[in-house]
Structure formats: C-alpha cells, structure tokens
C-alpha cells in the first residue's frame, strides 16, 4: 500500500477548516472566526461534542468582514469582536482564526492578537490558517504548531505526578473522551491535559510537563506528539479505545512507558487486572447480541483511525470485514488496517458509484461509514450505523464496545430494511438503474 494513495485519500476542506476543526473542541475558549460569515460553516457546534463545565466550543463567532472592511482592513473590527466576546462571555482565551479575506488584505493578525492578550490578561491565540494555505491536513498540521508555539509551555501545573498524561486527538464526541479518561482514573493515571476534546486551555498550556501522551487520531493535529517529544522530551504512544484488543494494547503501552520514566512499578500489572476483568464483564454484556452478529459481513466507510480500529472491534463481534476505506487515513492507518485485513480488504475511498455498485452486489450486510454515504445504503436497503463525529452514541471504551454491537443488531433489525437488498420499486420500474 503506498503511502502515496493514502495521502490522496486524507484530503478534503481547506486549511483554515482543519484548523478549526482541530482547535474548536477547547471547551474553554471563544473561537472567533475572522472572515467573512459564510466561513462559519461545518464547524463543531452542531455536532455532539459536550463539555463538563464551560460550552463556548458550542457557539459559532465571527467577525462578518464586509466590503468596507476589504478596502480598509479588517482589524478594526476585530478588535472590537475580541473586547465584546471577552465581556459577554469571559473565556480563558480566544482562538482567532484567520481566513482568505483578511489574509488577502493583509491584516496583522499575530500582532493584534498579541497586544490583545496583554489588553485582556488572557491568551488570545492567532490561528493564521487562511484556506488557501492547504487542504484540511495542512490546517490541522498548523493547529498543532500553534498549540506548540503559542500555548503549550506558557503556564506551569500547581503539581506533577509521575503518572500524568496528555490525551492527543480525542474530540470528545457523545462523550467518548470521559471513557478514556475513566479508564486511566481507575489505574491511577492522572489526565494532565486533553487536546481538543473537552480540552482546557489552562492545562493545555501545561501539557509540557507531562509523563507521557497518547495520539488516538493520526489526523488530529499532525505533528503535535512528536513536537512534544522533540522540545520538551514527552514520549508516546500510539493508541486507541475502539474494541477490547486496542484498549488492552493501549493501556499496557502506556503504563509500561510510565512505569519506565519513574511512575509507579506496578502500573503495568494494574493494566492486566483491569482488562481482564472489564473484558470479561464485556463479554458477558455482548452475548445477548452475538447470536445476531455473528457471521454478518460489514463494510467500513469511515476512514482515519477507524480504517483499522473499527474493523479489530467488528471482528471481535464476530463479524467479518468485507473491506475499509483509507478515507483521511494516514500511512500508519494505511499499514495497520493492510496487516489486519489484507491488502484485498483495504480500498481507496471510491467514487459513490462504485461503492452503491459493490452494495448492490451483495455480500454485505450492514455499512459503518458517515452521513454523507448514507443515501448509498438506503437506495440499496443496506443496514447503516453512523461512526462519524455527527453521531449520539459512545464507540470507545469497553462501554462503547457494547453499544457498538447494540447498534449494528438495531440497524440490522430495523423494520425499514429490505432484506437482501432488493432494488426500490422505481428503480426496478427503470430496470434496475439508479
């Protein structure tokens, strides 16, 4: 699989869009977009990605740059949207997004935003990622030097344990970042920081002196984990708490790693204790649904991490991988789904056509992808579970690994569903053709 192909598979959306996308779900922080209000679009805050105490992420800002704003400069009215925000909200900080319309005019962003923070005693961080900078892995490369750059490293903890740990790319959708942290509360490992989901900007600034990190997305925030690891010395791992053998490896990595760098000598046996137990309780909660599982032929069309962590949980459902897309996955996506399903099993992301051909085919039994396929398994009366960031219900961790299986025999259950995927009658009236 060339690494070539999986690069061409992670685009979509420009700079600017990545960047807010891997910023936004900073709880804490206002994140004012500087551009016109046509920007504001695609963004966070109508997708379910709760807090546990502020909500500014929720909220869509901008400064709504007019045309008298392109002939005299946008900073004006910018700093007049940082001082309202700042009164009307009172956020820890603000991200300030920079789009094409100022940057095409010229707007001083950084220095703006400098003079601001001193102004409002708070960070007040310039996200300088016009669209037209890249595509969306180039936005979120940028967002990950900005946390490097202009936050993390600029406050120090109130303390330090020998077992604190900064999660990296976790977005906190339906709530799935409080399954990771409850599993490294319940071995004594402290959660210094948490980048973006339900993330504070206050402890993000700390994130540097961490024992650890574990990325759980290669496409959050590109080269964050390794910035971390090069200027201030914190290692990672690689990770991910989608089904039982991925949570198993991740947490035995990382307490063999905090063990190593001074924490606590039994951390690594405290991660067998707990698997072993929570995989059996698991277990037993899953045996009601296998009957309906088991056998069943799935096709992924999610991409990114999921490309091979979803596809290690649908097998421990006992179902089989049909194929997975390499959609916004990343080389070591790419590599780690080809080991796990072969290389016949793992595909580029297709044209819709192709992938309504294949479910028409026959052969699978219910899709797992995201809401902009879904129309391609209803024409086809295939069954469809969403895994994407506009869904409700937790994937990750042991509780996830149930609900997971809960939804798929819902889907598949689901009164609406043409068994075998028989044609719609106005598609038979037309022979077949869509």
């Not at 409850?182 to 900007?201: E, F, Q, T, Y």
Request: proline share 4%; charged share 20%; with cysteine.
């Amino acid at each position: 699989m060339t690494s070539g192909k999986c690069r061409k598979m992670a685009s979509g959306g420009c700079a600017f869009r990545g960047a807010k996308m891997a910023l936004q779900p900073i709880a804490d922080a206002v994140h004012l977009v500087h551009g016109p209000v046509t920007c504001q679009g695609l963004a966070w805050e109508v997708r379910p990605t709760p807090g546990s105490g502020p909500d500014h992420h929720r909220h869509a800002m901008a400064t709504d740059l007019r045309e008298m704003d392109v002939i005299g400069g946008g900073e004006a009215r910018l700093q007049a949207a940082v001082a309202a925000v700042v009164a009307a909200r009172d956020p820890a900080g603000v991200f300030v997004y920079q789009t094409c319309v100022p940057a095409m005019v010229g707007d001083d962003v950084h220095g703006l935003c400098r003079r601001l923070s001193r102004q409002f005693h708070r960070p007040v961080v310039a996200v300088d990622v016009p669209g037209f900078a890249g595509g969306r892995d180039t936005g979120a490369d940028a967002a990950g030097r900005v946390l490097l750059d202009q936050v993390i490293g600029t406050r120090e903890p109130e303390h330090t344990t020998t077992t604190d740990v900064v999660l990296i790319g976790e977005y906190n959708v339906a709530g799935e970042v409080w399954q990771a942290t409850g599993l490294l509360r319940a071995l004594g490992i402290r959660v210094l920081a948490s980048i973006p989901g339900d993330g504070r900007i206050g402890a993000i600034a700390t994130a540097h002196r961490a024992r650890a990190a574990v990325t759980l997305c290669s496409q959050a925030m590109g080269g964050l984990a390794e910035g971390l690891w090069e200027r201030h010395g914190v290692p990672f791992v690689q990770g991910s708490f989608y089904g039982m053998g991925n949570i198993a490896a991740t947490l035995r990595a990382l307490c063999h790693l905090l063990a190593d760098r001074g924490g606590p000598t039994d951390l690594p046996a405290r991660a067998d204790s707990l698997v072993a137990a929570l995989e059996a309780s698991t277990r037993t909660r899953l045996r009601p649904l296998l009957a309906d599982l088991r056998g069943r032929r799935a096709l992924l069309l999610a991409g990114g991490i999921k490309t091979w962590a979803l596809a290690g949980a649908l097998r421990e459902l006992g179902m089989e991988v049909a194929g997975s897309t390499l959609r916004k996955a990343s080389d070591e996506d790419c590599r780690r789904a080809v080991r796990l399903l072969g290389e016949e099993c793992v595909r580029g992301g297709g044209a819709d056509s192709q992938v309504e051909a294949e479910l028409a085919g026959g052969g699978v039994d219910v899709v797992l992808g995201s809401d902009g396929l879904r129309h391609l398994a209803f024409r086809t009366g295939i069954p469809w579970v969403d895994v994407t960031h506009g869904r409700r219900v937790a994937l990750s961790g042991y509780d996830g690994m149930v609900n997971l299986g809960g939804e798929i025999r819902r889907a598949l259950r689901h009164p609406l569903r043409r068994p075998g995927g028989v044609a719609a009658p106005w598609h038979r009236a037309r022979g077949g053709g869509a």
